[in-house]
T-cell receptor, first 113, second 113 residues
Framework: SQQGEEDPQALSIQEGENATMNCSYK?????LQWYRQNSGRGLVHLIL?????REKHSGRLRVTLDTSKKSSSLLITASRAADTASYFC?????????????FGKGTKLSVIP | NAGVTQTPKFRVLKTGQSMTLLCAQD?????MYWYRQDPGMGLRLIHY???????AKGEVPDGYNVSRLKKQNFLLGLESAAPSQTSVYFC????????????FGSGTRLTVV
């Protein structure tokens, strides 16, 4: 199954700084999604970018997608302590006539107040 | 509040015991999924359903069974629990397949001793 891989595995920054996380995937996709998981909680959908889009914004989040390099990045600007969480990229995988998401292992972001 | 509800939130089982995890969604989503999350492994798909009365195997289906008798409910069963099934289990639902964002439940932490 195809799977995204996030980089770095862990990231620690000061509050107010920008945080950038990257995701690489293996085969062609029609969309890529980013999720956030706070400690001990379920995943929360942040943003979906389609293969014909290069950049997408949502509040302090900016996602880019480079299909030629099979990579995506998630930028969180002006980070806050509340942004401390794990961030996962997810890509569709085809199985039994439908598509399901496969998830990377995540980037653990720590924002220090 | 609309969303995905998982019960129970915590459970301890002895090896060989059986149990059923319940997932309920009130968003009229067609697709439902069961994932397990283990340290260093990310999320792995166990089983999924593309509609009422249907189920399909995911990446790690062995030792689990599922049923989707009603559209809003997706049950995950462990017939004979093993220590290797100690994990956090997440249910998710989506409007359709991997082209849409998933809504996750808050998880069930299962320990098999």
């Amino acid at each position: 199954s195809q799977q995204g891989e996030e980089d770095p595995q862990a990231l620690s920054i000061q509050e107010g700084e920008n945080a950038t996380m990257n995701c690489s995937y293996k085969t062609s996709i029609n969309n890529l999604q980013w999720y956030r998981q706070n400690s001990g909680r379920g995943l929360v959908h942040l943003i979906l970018i389609r293969s014909n889009e290069r950049e997408k914004h949502s509040g302090r989040l900016r996602v880019t997608l480079d299909t030629s390099k099979k990579s995506s990045s998630l930028l969180i600007t002006a980070s806050r302590a509340a942004d401390t969480a794990s961030y996962f990229c997810a890509t569709p995988y085809s199985g039994a006539g439908s598509y399901q998401l496969t998830f990377g292992k995540g980037t653990k972001l720590s924002v220090i107040p | 509040n609309a969303g995905v509800t998982q019960t129970p939130k915590f459970r301890v089982l002895k090896t060989g015991q059986s149990m059923t995890l319940l997932c309920a969604q009130d968003m009229n989503h067609e697709y439902m999924y069961w994932y397990r999350q283990d340290p260093g492994m990310g999320l792995r798909l166990i089983h999924y359903s593309v509609g009422e009365g249907t189920t399909a195997k995911g990446e790690v289906p062995d030792g689990y069974n599922v049923s989707r008798l009603k559209k809003q409910n997706f049950l995950l069963g462990l017939e004979s629990a093993a220590p290797s099934q100690t994990s956090v289990y997440f249910c998710a639902s989506s409007y359709a397949g991997g082209g849409y964002g998933y809504t996750f439940g808050s998880g069930t932490r299962l320990t098999v001793v």
